[in-house]
């Protein structure tokens, strides 16, 4: 992919060494609402899971204790392509957003390295890639692009920024409203969220879709080079439930159980995105079958 070095921090906040480096814990107060249940929707729409710890807090926000961090070229580099992705992302929500007559609200890109206080808790780089909407913060282990190239088999830079594109989608997520409609539908309908057919899933994949809009801009942009889309494609089929669970220790597929989709319906939505060029394609809820 080619990409345009950003001048100044854009939209990254270098977090490394701020956190305590335990097992992670989301405080329902980062939600505005009480109680386990909102630990467990949280863990329903970001895919990502947090340990309950016996008393909830609102967490804490992101400190910079990066000073005097060790790093790598390699890692500094990576971290620049990440902010690069990031404003163009957001440079083109802002437009998205100003041509409906709307405001968008750009979100931080907080770069950590094993653990990190966020506005939902504490969290380490187990979680992997994840969005916290209490605190509108993705957060981002540098290292989990080593494990998608050594452990998924989703090498390559834009495999990477589709991880990006598709957390910044969330961040639009929860600007529209969805995160509070679906939270608002799990109470009125508990279990609402779960399975290959629920709101998680098809949260997910809405997300995998905004990411393939803003790789359509990119591609109109001349940033795309060949074999791109095959990275993005390798990564969003990398991470799909069916994939992943059949690749752990047991090898079994549990559909029941699904949160973010499988890798052929990562990929569909994926594709819907890039080939349309346009947000209304990415409504993921209507549908009887995603």
Known sequence: MKWNRVEGAGDMVDARGSGRGRGAAVGAGGLGIGGVIVVLLLQALTG???????????????????????????????????????????DMWTSVFQSNGKTYERAKVVRFSRGVSTGCGEATSATGPFYCPADQRVYLDMSFYAEMREQLGADGDFAWAYVVAHELGHHVQNLTGVFDATQKQEREDPGSADGAQGLSVRTELQADCYAGVWAHAAFK???????????????????????????????TVLPDTFTHGTSTQRRTWFTKGYTDGTPAVCDTFSPDQV
Do not use: H, W
């Open 48 to 90: 990502v899971q947090f340990d309950i710890p016996n008393e909830l807090d609102g967490g804490s926000s992101v400190g910079s204790g990066s000073v005097g961090y060790p790093s790598s070229p390699e890692e500094d580099e990576l971290a620049a392509f990440t902010n690069a992705v990031s404003v163009e992302n957001q």
């Open 221 to 251: 942009a001349g940033e795309l080079v060949e074999g791109d889309l095959d990275e993005a494609f390798g990564a969003a089929e990398a991470v799909g439930d069916d994939r992943l669970q059949s690749q752990g220790g047991r090898g």
